[in-house]
């Protein structure tokens, strides 16, 4: 029988299961709920446990199984060490160790925002690119970073952090990360909020978003396509710092496309117009006219990119 | 006996070359002008002639000599492709297919400021980490960016750029590269001679740079060694934008080190230390109190990058 690996991607509510083959197609997905009895490591013993018991329910053997990829909400260095887990109230502990133990398996791990770059990378946005920086605009922004076709995880696992570069010197209000002007203050969901209510704030113009009792980024951006003024305005802000943002990116790493995914890049290709549209003002002639893509695996980009990190 | 490689660094004034052993010892070291008959390609005519030349002399065989690497002023893509030199007077060409013709023997191509990145991981200041920026304070900023002890090209051979990372949005000038408020700007010899002119400018205090009939960025920093207070106001400013576009790289590649080398870094530690304590104010926690060391090849960092391409 043919090869197939798990994708495992570990969130604070739900931990999703992906079964693939080695080219990229998903055979069979399941989700449960993140385990929250015992210490933090229930999680993994829980995971390790819904594997295996798949494993025998569908009769694959342990040779059949090429091994489990495990994506986690935070910073993952390359030999699997995890400094601390604030999310899942873990401290430090080596995950691929552990889910060896747990599983006789093959286990490679990694960062979730950098394993969902793996995944766009591999059959979604990005695909049949080698070298790709992946920005994930939902709550927060998020990012990872693919070259040669390999996640980079950095020293400390934290590369890839691209909600938290600096792009604004005039900022007051402080950023989740303890940093003042970070681009998730601007591009993340409820940044391009903010960012609205303060336009229709110090304006007097009419917008439509004014008819909203509350507002949200999906709303912004579809009163932007209406051609309200004051929610075009908003649009451009937050896409001039995400454009400025990934000029930084480009100076260092000179990806071949950019793939914008999350819950706001629903909102289409205004997003990637605009942001390339500023994006060109801020890099070299060198780096300019890169492909701005969409992401198109939605949720499951995780657990696509945690069963690549067996494959690769 | 013990095998060898070359180490070519190729520049618009000389061409340097270098014998090394496989540990990073140089054997030998040569230098000749770049010549300038014919059209760009006699350069590489040139240097294979001598690298041949020289094989002959010291009685080296092909079978002993791993290779040759070659560091050019401008762009080298991963395959050795590139696009222009303009400063040589050369359009596309593949510059490893063409000094394999010339030589028979192996060769691999880099940028010149990534290919001396790769040099002072190797045997420099970044020696023992495998994760390393080098950014190169001279005529202009230069930049590499080594990740898991290779170099970093890029998709259009432009990574690494960090002179043209966008720090300053209150610029009025130009950059050579024809952005508006490029790091280079700021942090280059010229650029700190700039600041200090400006500050100069601007300030009524008295001040030994006023003393100097023509100001260098040496004399910037001897005059802030000595306490000089807007020549210590000037290094302030140069380090903070640094920092700053520091902070930029590590938030996408999470280095272990930062080197900091080209003639500007002869000043030392002040640089060093200036420019991490506002690296610090600009990066997540997870990336703070990374090291700051200073290069310690020089001129030499490009024929040792260059040798290490074939050795890696």
């Not at 990694?110 to 994930?136: F, H, I, P």
């Not at 010197?169 to 909020?193: F, N, P, R, W």
């Not at 303060?198 to 912004?220: C, G, N």
């Not at 819950?263 to 060109?280: D, L, M, P, Q, R």
């Amino acid at each position: 029988m043919e090869k197939v690996c798990f994708g495992i991607d570990i969130g604070g509510t739900a931990v999703k299961v992906g079964l693939f083959d080695t080219t990229g197609n998903l055979i069979s997905k399941w989700d449960f709920e993140t385990i929250r009895t015992g210490n933090g490591k229930d999680i993994l013993k829980d995971a390790a446990n819904f594997i295996l018991s798949k494993m025998d329910e569908m009769q694959l053997t342990k040779d059949q199984v090429l091994g489990v990829g495990v994506g986690i909400p935070g910073p993952v260095k390359d030999n699997g060490e995890v400094l601390e887990l604030a999310n899942l109230g873990l401290g430090y502990f080596n995950i691929e160790e552990e889910m060896i133990n747990l599983t006789g398996l093959r286990v490679r791990a990694g960062n979730d925002a950098n394993v969902a770059a793996l995944g766009e990378c591999w059959v979604g946005g990005g695909k049949g690119y080698q070298n790709m920086v992946l920005v994930t605009l939902g709550t927060g922004v998020g990012g990872g970073i693919v070259l040669h076709g390999s996640l980079l995880a950095g020293s400390n696992g934290a590369a890839g952090e691209i909600g938290h570069i600096y792009v604004n010197d005039k900022e007051t209000k402080t950023c989740g990360c303890g940093k003042i002007g970070c681009l998730e203050q601007y591009a993340s969901a409820t940044g391009i909020v903010r960012l609205a209510k303060q336009i229709l704030t110090e304006s007097t113009d009419s917008s439509t978003m004014r008819t909203y009792p509350e507002l949200s980024a999906k709303t912004v951006f579809d009163c932007a396509k209406a051609g309200d003024k004051l929610a075009l305005e908003t649009v451009e802000k937050a896409c001039y710092y995400l454009g400025v943002a990934l000029a930084h990116i480009s100076q260092v790493v000179d990806p071949d496309v950019f793939v914008i995914g999350g819950g706001v890049s629903k909102a289409g290709e205004i997003i990637t117009e605009t942001t390339k549209k500023y994006y060109n003002q801020y890099v070299m002639d060198a780096l300019k006219n890169k492909e701005f893509k969409l992401a198109t695996l939605g949720n499951d980009a995780g657990i696509y990119g945690a069963a690549k990190l067996i494959i690769a």
